[in-house]
C-alpha cells in the first residue's frame, strides 16, 4: 500500500520559528513508511523564491519520494505571482499551490485570492487551503464560491477545518465535488465520520509535520477502514489529484 503524505513543510517558519530540515522529514518518511511527501515552504519566508529552489533541490536529490508544493503571499502583483507559480510548476515540476488565508494575508473571497485559483487552474494543478486556525478568513465554507468559479479544479481543505470547523469543511465538501478534505489535526472520530459521508476518494492523509505523521497514521487505522478505503485515504485519492 503506497502512503503518500500530502502535506510537509521545509524551512523555518518566519512566524513561528518552526523548523524543519531534510533529516527531519527523511526520518519521519522512513520510521511510518511513507513513500512520497508533498513538500510546501512555511507561508511566511523572508525569500520564498529561494525556498521552492530549495525544495526543488531536494525533489531533485530524492526524485522518488519528494514533489514540491508552490506557497507564496497572493499580495505579490500579477504578473510577478503567475510567473514564479509558473516557474515551480512548469520548470522544477511542483504539483500544487497552497494557500494559507491568515499568513497570507488573504481570503479565499478576496480579489487577490483569483490569482491563486486562476494560475492553479490554467495550470492544471490542484490548490490546498489551509483552514480552520485563522478564522474567519480560514472558515472552510470560503472556498466555495472559488470551488463554484472554477468546477474541475481540485481544491483540498488542509486539516478539514481544524476540528472546530470541520462540520463546516463537511457541508463545503457536501456541496462541491471537487472539494478534498486532508483532516490532519482533527479527531478520530471525525476523521472516521467524513470518510463514512464522502467517501474515501475525498479524503487524504497529511502530516504538516513530521512528529504528527504516526498520530495522523494511528487515526486511520483506528478507524475500522476496509483496505480499500484505507489505501485511498493514505495514498490513492493523493495519487490521483496530484498525477503522482
Ligand atoms: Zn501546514
Known amino acids: 500500500m503506497i502512503i503518500i503524505?500530502?502535506?510537509?513543510?521545509l524551512g523555518v517558519s518566519?512566524?513561528?520559528g518552526h523548523s524543519v530540515s531534510e533529516g527531519d522529514l527523511l526520518n519521519g518518511?522512513?520510521?511510518?513508511g511513507v513513500d512520497i511527501s508533498l513538500v510546501m515552504p512555511h507561508a511566511v519566508t523572508d525569500d520564498p523564491i529561494a525556498e521552492h529552489d530549495?525544495?526543488?533541490?531536494?525533489?531533485?536529490?530524492?526524485?522518488?519520494?519528494?514533489?514540491g508544493i508552490v506557497s507564496l503571499s497572493p499580495l505579490w502583483d500579477e504578473p510577478d505571482y503567475r510567473s514564479e507559480v509558473e516557474r515551480c510548476i512548469d520548470e522544477?515540476?511542483?504539483?500544487?499551490?497552497?494557500?494559507?488565508?491568515?499568513?497570507?494575508?488573504?481570503?479565499?473571497?478576496m480579489k487577490n485570492a483569483d490569482?491563486?485559483?486562476?494560475?492553479?487552474?490554467?495550470?492544471?494543478?490542484?490548490?490546498i487551503v489551509h483552514t480552520g486556525l485563522g478564522a474567519p478568513?480560514?472558515?472552510?465554507?470560503?472556498?466555495?464560491?472559488?470551488?463554484?468559479?472554477?468546477?474541475?479544479?481540485?481544491?483540498?481543505?488542509?486539516?478539514?477545518?481544524?476540528?472546530?470547523?470541520?462540520?463546516?469543511?463537511y457541508v463545503a465538501a457536501l456541496e462541491c465535488d471537487n472539494i478534498y478534505l486532508e483532516p490532519s489535526w482533527c479527531m478520530i472520530q471525525e476523521v472516521k465520520w467524513l470518510i463514512r459521508e464522502l467517501g474515501a476518494n475525498r479524503i487524504l492523509f497529511g502530516s504538516?509535520?513530521?512528529?504528527?505523521?504516526?498520530?495522523?497514521?494511528?487515526?486511520?487505522?483506528?478507524?475500522?477502514?476496509?483496505?480499500?478505503?484505507?489505501?485511498?485515504?493514505?495514498?490513492?485519492t493523493a495519487e490521483q489529484l496530484f498525477s503522482l
Open 14 to 16: 518566519k512566524l513561528s
Open 137 to 169: 478568513w480560514a472558515l472552510p465554507a470560503l472556498s466555495i464560491p472559488q470551488a463554484r468559479r472554477h468546477p474541475d479544479l481540485p481544491i483540498i481543505l488542509a486539516h478539514a477545518g481544524f476540528t472546530v470547523y470541520t462540520t463546516e469543511a
Open 29 to 32: 518518511m522512513d520510521t511510518h
Open 54 to 67: 530549495e525544495i526543488a533541490k531536494l525533489c531533485r536529490k530524492y526524485p522518488q519520494r519528494f514533489r
Open 208 to 236: 504538516d509535520l513530521p512528529e504528527n505523521i504516526p498520530v495522523e497514521l494511528a487515526k486511520y487505522k483506528a478507524a475500522g477502514l476496509s483496505d480499500v478505503d484505507l489505501a485511498a485515504c493514505l495514498g490513492r
Open 5 to 9: 503524505d500530502s502535506h510537509c513543510h
Open 92 to 109: 522544477l515540476g511542483f504539483v500544487a499551490v497552497k494557500l494559507n488565508p491568515m499568513q497570507h494575508l488573504t481570503s479565499p473571497l
Open 115 to 127: 490569482k491563486v485559483f486562476d494560475s492553479a487552474a490554467d495550470l492544471g494543478v490542484p490548490v
